[in-house]
């Protein structure tokens, strides 16, 4: 029997934040290895592409492999120089559909959205192996990811390996596949991405074309999470309703539903009476890695599906039946509660200039961003709230001087809890600077005025 938990009480652009510094340098790395498969010869030996560090051929026939010894001529006109990270985002790219969200499907038929993706989940031989997953799937309007990010980090620290699949990425599409609590790496990622890839493409005919964008992504990432062997996967679902994406999943271990608009009920097409609430964890006082008051909520439906998930699969009585107090929660849950994160929301970043005299101490650039993924009026007041909060808690601060390039990464990564000291000899006026999502289909005419109108209240006198 599949649990729903609902919570009582965030749709990101895809790479707005642009390039990093270390995707620049990834860049600069991989062209090199570009310019060496261009350059390669036309027969090059199979195991020598393999050596090329992360590089990923093609498959390759086991036809065009008999004709190698045969006639090298042949296997220079067959053969498939390596893949590179650029060509797997190339390849990506015209899956982008012109369809808005609001639109209407331009396919039509039998094969349309979820018969379309069961249809390539048994193209690519994962119908059972999605069956064996042992699934979180979260569903909702808002808090989505952070229950996730929640979920994971809980049950990583219970010690399983998890497998995160979110949406969207802010800046590399490799975020939205989390392996125990880290993105997957370049080079199984190519492996796994060429792999379906070329299962699809090998099999596309007029009534079934390659699929879109996100459900190449989700036939994605049930394809890594099968052949890693997560313990748990955690799905965040794409836009909702019957014909989501992700709704191949038959049989999870649970479900939980996030906060819920009343304008979303007929595109989840969840019926009320389904929508049992549940009793909620209560989590005053416990520390949270996601700042706002509103990560309370997802926090505490992420420790009631963690909960259910470890007694659904029998873990629970071998972690905690003995240990477990009532009226506490267990160490591992408090770890994952203070250590999950999920970048874009509720997440502060400072902005580093390098020392005018040329030296290598970071200061702050005077210029701090708060992002976050807030994209409806219900959301927009819980950020218009933490971001007054946390710019006020800002104020007349700068961000210490930091050693090395590695610590300020890591407080890169920290959503909302940078360490501060006060500079007594900085008389520079912090410029705060918030970032959301705004869609062609919100309208900011309604967003804005209840960002102001919350700031105003709370005080904080921003502008």
């Not at 192996?129 to 929640?150: E, P, R």
Request: charged share 20%; proline share 3%; glycine share 8%.
């Amino acid at each position: 029997m599949v649990q729903v938990l609902l919570s009582n009480n965030l749709y990101l652009g895809q790479e707005i934040m642009g390039h990093s510094e270390i995707c620049v340098r990834r860049d600069h790395f991989l062209s090199g290895f570009t310019w060496m498969a261009l350059s390669s010869p036309s027969c090059t030996h199979i195991d020598g592409v393999k050596k090329l560090k992360g590089l990923r051929y093609r498959n390759m026939s086991s036809q065009i492999v008999g004709k190698f010894s045969q006639n090298n001529q042949d296997i220079s006109q067959e053969f498939q120089l390596p893949s590179t990270y650029e060509s797997a985002m190339e390849a990506l790219s015209t899956l982008i559909t012109q369809k808005k969200r609001n639109g209407t499907s331009a396919i039509s038929g039998p094969n349309q959205k979820l018969d379309r993706m069961l249809r390539y989940i048994k193209i690519l031989g994962l119908e059972e192996k999605i069956a064996d997953l042992k699934i979180i799937h979260v569903a909702g309007t808002k808090g989505k990811g952070s229950t996730c990010a929640f979920s994971e980090a809980i049950l990583r620290e219970c010690g399983f390996r998890t497998g995160l699949f979110t949406s969207p990425h802010l800046i590399d599409v490799r975020e939205r596949y989390r392996l125990d609590g880290m993105d997957i790496c370049q080079e199984n990622f190519l492996q796994y991405f060429w792999d379906c890839w070329n299962q699809l493409k090998a099999n596309i005919s007029e009534d079934l074309p390659m699929p879109p964008l996100f459900q190449f992504l989700t036939v994605l990432a049930f394809k890594i999470f099968v052949s890693e062997k997560v313990d748990v996967a955690i799905i965040e679902v794409g836009l909702g309703g019957k014909l989501d994406s992700t709704n191949v999943i038959k049989e999870p271990v649970v479900c939980g539903i996030t906060s819920l608009g009343m304008d979303h009920m007929e595109t989840l097409g969840i019926p009320l009476k389904v929508v049992a609430p549940l009793t909620m964890e209560k989590l005053n006082g416990t520390r949270l890695s996601l700042s706002g008051d509103h990560q309370l909520s997802n926090a505490a439906l992420a420790v009631s599906l963690c909960k259910s998930w470890l007694r659904s699969t029998g873990n629970w009585k071998r972690l905690f039946e003995d240990a477990y107090k009532e009226n506490s929660l267990p160490e591992q849950f408090l770890r994952g509660l203070s250590a999950a994160r999920l970048s874009g929301r509720a997440q502060i970043v400072v902005d580093p200039l390098i020392n005018a005299s040329g030296g290598n101490k970071r200061l702050s650039g005077g210029l701090t961003f708060y992002l976050d993924g807030a994209h409806s009026p219900e959301s927009m007041d819980a950020c218009a709230r933490w971001f007054s909060a946390a710019a006020v808690e800002r104020k007349d601060l700068s961000l210490s001087s930091v050693s090395s390039e590695v610590e300020t990464m890591d407080r890169a990564w920290t959503n909302g809890n940078i360490k501060h000291c006060h500079n007594q000899e900085s008389e520079e006026i912090l410029k705060r600077i918030l970032l959301f999502n705004c869609m062609d289909v919100r309208d900011p005419q309604i967003l804005l005025p209840k960002l102001v109108d919350t700031c105003a209240s709370s005080g904080s006198e921003q502008r």
